[in-house]
């Protein structure tokens, strides 16, 4: 097959761009996504040659290697993973699969300043194309584990790639960098250092669990001295070990600094910015394991797309075995990121038999609760923290009030909601109910699209009158789960949209007999307007519901509102 020529997909294109064009202040981290990407390829060699027999391909010696060339200005990252075939270069590299990128791009090019922008490009995390921030020409050569062909890649990022393919390719991938000048302004450093690239390993890639190794010496200076002095050069120095490959999970607290742990996050999330909050377990005796979880500080752009994906790594007693582990954690708690480390699963394990394992289930449970008490934790001793998390997060958490009935009370202690009682601060239900008034019995709340909305609508004027504290609840969510809790301490919650003002309940006798004799004297009225009105209403009745509005529509107490049906309308039902 000659050279074909290919042009990368717009998306991609425009990320290049931004890279080229140095958005990102810390360029370092482009050795960090290269390492990410070649770990990631060695576990995915090793996963398959445990489980495929027929794969000839030796294991013994998985590592990544560096290597340096000053003279040539060229830094390579290489490893002996799975590699990719000619289709997966073309797949993988000159796309972006995540389904978010269109509206991110779309945030990019709105962003109003660098800051802004730096940190919704951290949130997208580039990867691969972070080394255009480095170099202004990057070759990869792959060979997949089991085909014979190999594969050049290159490109200057400019818009098209070059694609052929090699015959003499060993297995595995390296990625070869063309290093831009070194310009300490633009922080673009001298990356063919040994220091430098020592500092960067140590920083970023430390835990990574294969041997991140460099050549003792460039192989450059070793050529001259090959000619000056044979001794030396026959016996090749070993080369030299960057990281310490200590599974952070499995060492106690205080060994473990928070930059560690964070890097770790950025490895598995492919995320670009510090989490939120890291959570460590450890459980001991007969079912022994560790887990490492983080909440992100941000939610990812494709939360709510149907191709998410969710889970945690699970590794058996330090062994990878897979990524986006779903039975570990319900769909309500997919944006927590992390690894579960076990030490008696089989290494042999399956999706559709961990569903099933009882193990599994029994770390799920733990999780959960591990999850839900660290957000309680945050409520109190790092509001500003659970404040972010609940922006971030909340909508999806709701979701679990609907799933999992075991921890719905927990659920709900841990939410917030927006109220009448503060224009910006949510309220918790437990705040709501210590402010309740004398006489009022139920929680009030009411769904719709938006605050103003809400607020605007003729339900709310007696309450505002009365002084009654109403939630304003405006996620899609809402509208489901409102119709399945039906009580908080005892509170049950109401629509002040729904049925008879429950208002009413609390009417006193002389009340009552005005309200007759209204009900009386608009008789006519009533009936007038029931039967012009004809089907388009169920009922005409007087209301002692509004102050300022001479009318509003309600609905029954079991109809569906108008959000919700909306809401249905949106799903095809
Ligand atoms: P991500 O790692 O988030 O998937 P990247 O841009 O870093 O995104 O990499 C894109 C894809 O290219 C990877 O998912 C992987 O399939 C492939 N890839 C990148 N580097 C390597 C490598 N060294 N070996 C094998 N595949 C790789
Ligand atoms: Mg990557």
Redesign the pocket.
Known sequence: MPTETFEFQVEARQLLQMMIHSIYSNKDVFLR?LI???S??LDKLRLEALRDDTLDVDVSDLHIDIETDAEARTLTVR?N????SHDEVVQ??GTIANSGTAKFLQELKQAKDEATAEGLIGQF?V???AAFMVADKVTLV?RRAGQSEGTRWSSTGEGTYTVEPVEDAPQG?A?TLHLKPVDQEDQLFDYTSRWKIREIVKRYSDFITWPVRMAAEAPAEQKEKEEGDGEEAKAAPEPETLNSMKALWARSRDEVSDEEYHELYKHIS?DWTDPLETLRMQAEGTFEYQALLFLPSRAPQDLFARDHKRGVQLYVKRVFIMDHCEALLPEYLRFVKGVVDAQDLSLNVSREILQQDRQIQLMHRRLVKKVLSTVKEMMTQRPENYATFWREFGRVVKEGLLSDHENRDAILRIASFATTHDQEKPTTLQQYVERMKEGQEHIYFMTGESRTAIENSPHMEAFRDKGYEVLLLTDPVDEVWVETVPEFEGKELRSIAKGEADLDEEETEEAKAEREKRQEDFAGLLSWMTERLGEQVKEVRLSSRLTVSPACIVSDTDDVTPALRNMYRAMGQ
């Open positions: 996504e990410s990407n070649a990631d390829a490893d993973g799975i590699g990719m993988l590299i995390g990867g691969f194309y792959t991938t990625v492919h």
